[in-house]
């Protein structure tokens, strides 16, 4: 059974909201989550107690496909025949895939010059409408939430609640890859605040269904050039108080916020989102999870970006914010060494290789480590 070979569907009793027949899968999940003990001795951190998940490795190179796989299979069994999403990326690649593989037409909104290449090569390649707005994403975000009400087009952003019961399926791997065992953290990054929701809802279920006697605390990292919720949660006091989250303040509190940050802007581009639409949910998560924010530079970014690459197999910036956010709260102590530690690496190195290469550039444009040019000529070879 396929079904027995993707990351996600081998859960499907946990997801139980369709039919085998209904589901579409290319393989997703199919992940590793690696002990990494090198970066951890690196980051003063005991043996055994930082583990990276390599959510790159997903068919579309990021996490989205855990959702995509579950959204469609919702959009298949309601006879959705045309879907669409505003994207910094990686849901626009992931959503072109998914739409190829069962037939539906796509069309991917996306903010001008602000997504990185590869991923809008991704959305070529499999034949999705691109629609570029002069504006960034939440300006597409608003869009196409209307366009999709008035032209009845399946959207398949994080609003979607079948992606986020999809994306569940990153915390069962994690805790499946520790031998069953709940970590003592789990760091993620926060952009539209989607995985942050889906995971605490995985907890919530798994320890109400009495598979997990406890609950890992989820510490959520932004961008500081996009940092809404930081600012929220730590600067403005917001919480989840039982469900009462009075969303005019919230919406007041956006407003109040924007106008003190024009626009957000960050190198981690997928994470680059002022108005996260899973917001409340994510709120109700850092409530069941004793959850954390933080926010990083890009400079620390870049620099956790490059560790990640020389001690792991590499990420995109925005998944680096993970091992950023890592490093700061072990400096203040927040994080012990000898707490067992998973960073979800969201999105994989090759997504966005400009920002790779131009970190090995000294100011003057010379790579640090720079190819050596060589004749086709095997003695010249060997004494380069
Ligand atoms: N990491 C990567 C690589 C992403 O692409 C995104 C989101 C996030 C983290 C943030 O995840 O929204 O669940 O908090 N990318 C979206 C996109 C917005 O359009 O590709 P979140």
Redo the contacts with the bound molecule.
């Keep these: 059974n396929p079904l027995d070979f993707s990351g996600v569907w081998r859960f499907r009793e946990l997801l139980n909201f369709c039919e085998d027949k209904h589901r579409v899968t290319v393989g997703e999940g199919q992940t590793l989550l690696q002990q990494n003990d090198e970066l951890a001795a690196f980051l003063g951190m005991d043996k055994g107690s930082l583990h990276l998940e390599y959510?790159?490795m997903n068919p579309s190179g990021?996490?989205?496909d855990n959702g995509m796989t579950a959204a469609f299979s919702h959009a298949v069994m309601v006879g959705a025949k045309s879907c669409a999403?505003?994207?910094?990326?990686?849901?626009?690649?992931?959503v072109a895939l998914y739409a190829h593989a069962c037939g539906m037409k796509c069309t991917v909104f996306i903010g001008s010059g602000r997504?990185a290449f590869g991923?809008l090569s991704q959305a070529m390649d499999y034949g999705a409408n691109t629609i570029q707005i002069q504006g960034d994403?939440d300006d597409c975000m608003k869009q196409v939430q209307e366009v999709c009400t008035r032209l009845n087009i399946y959207l398949l952003?994080?609003l979607n609640p079948f992606r986020l019961e999809g994306?569940k399926t990153i915390m069962y791997r994690i805790i499946e890859g520790l031998g069953w065992e709940v970590p003592d953290w789990i760091i993620?990054?926060?952009?539209?605040?989607?995985?942050?929701?889906?995971f605490g809802k995985a907890f919530f279920e798994l320890k109400e269904l009495g598979l997990i006697d406890r609950i890992p605390r989820l510490a959520?990292i932004n961008a500081a050039g996009a940092d809404t919720l930081s600012y929220l949660v730590n600067e403005r006091g917001l919480k989840w108080n039982g469900g009462n989250v009075n969303m005019k303040e919230v919406q007041a509190l956006y407003a109040d916020f924007t106008a003190r940050h024009f626009s957000p802007h960050t190198i981690?581009s997928?994470?680059e989102?002022s108005r996260?639409v899973?917001l409340k949910k994510?709120l109700r998560s850092i409530d069941i999870c004793d959850g954390i924010v933080r926010k990083v530079t890009d400079e620390q970014i870049c620099d956790a970006k490059a560790l990640v690459g020389r001690y792991g197999m590499g990420?995109?910036p925005?998944?680096a914010?993970t091992i950023a956010g890592l490093r700061d709260m072990l400096a203040d102590g927040t994080i012990g060494k000898s707490e067992r530690v998973a960073c979800v690496l969201?999105?994989h190195l090759l997504?966005d290789p400009d920002k790779t290469v131009s970190y090995h550039k000294n100011s003057e444009g010379e790579f640090s480590n720079p190819p050596v040019e060589s004749a086709n000529d095997i003695e010249e070879i060997i004494k380069h």
């Design positions: 959510e790159g990021s996490f989205k999403c505003a994207s910094t990326g990686n849901t626009s690649a992931a997504i991923k994403f952003n994080s994306q993620v990054p926060g952009g539209n605040l989607g995985n942050s929701s889906a959520i981690a997928a994470i989102i996260p899973n994510c990420c995109e925005a998944s914010a969201t999105g997504k």
